[in-house]
């Protein structure tokens, strides 16, 4: 063989063996999956930052949704997870207190609003008003989702609570559950999300909302049982990010107060 011909060889060998290592990085980046616990009531912008994510890193996100009560009984079960997407401060304020947070980015207020059916909303323009019908109201659990707690409290902000109770016919462990409730005619007013009331406007009439309602933060936190502990931080950084955050507003959510 000529020393041409030698060269040409080592040139096409290297060729073709060099690129083999980038492949093989991008291929362990492939195989990486981040496990995230979200909150129902956040599920349609949650998928749209997500999808974004994976398909700039390559990282698949597997997304447990449900109540945040729920969730935060099942990660403290299992011990397991890279971040916890959460509707309320509170919960993420838990898991900091047992050591379980990396990092963590509030994101957007998480605030509930009383919605009634357009077909029943006659006559009702004021928590007042629902509180002197006859109408039916759902709610959701205080013991399974933030919006459950900020729901209980928007109530006796009304000045008009137990009127308010007296007419709640059901309650849910997600704030999804008690979205279909109302758009199900099940029943005819809810305390549900603002960025589900705005989703459904078509359908819905939200109510003035009463000085004195909280609002819950929604806040992504990387947890410090991820076996991926810089990715898990870069997916709660990523949704903090003014895209993400732009996300969620286009969906109905608020953004948080300029400090």
Known sequence: MTLRSRCLSLLLLLSVVLPAAPRAARAAQDAVELHMYAGAGLRVPAEAVVRTFEQRTGVRVVVEYGGMGQLLTRF?????????????????????????????????????????????????????????????????????????????????????????????????????????????????????????????????????????????ISVAAALSTSAHPGLARELAAFFAAPESIKVFVDHGFLPLPAK
């Open 76 to 216: 403290n079960a299992t011990n397991t997870g890279d971040v916890f997407l959460s509707g309320g401060e509170q919960y993420v304020r838990e898991l900091a207190t047992a050591g379980k947070v990396l990092s963590e980015h509030r994101l957007v207020l998480h605030t509930p609003v009383m919605a009634v059916r357009k077909d029943k909303a006659a006559g009702i323009a004021t928590l007042a008003d629902l509180a002197a019908s006859n109408l039916r109201i759902a709610m959701g659990d205080p013991q399974a989702i933030a919006l459950g707690k900020s729901g209980e409290k928007l109530l006796d902000a009304s000045g008009h609570g137990q009127a308010l109770r007296d007419k709640v016919a059901v309650r849910g462990t997600t704030i999804k559950q008690v979205l279909l409730y109302l758009t199900n005619g099940d029943v005819d007013a809810a305390v549900i999300g603002r960025s589900d009331a705005v989703a459904n406007a078509a359908s819905l009439v939200i109510l003035p909302t009463p000085q004195g309602t909280p609002e819950e």
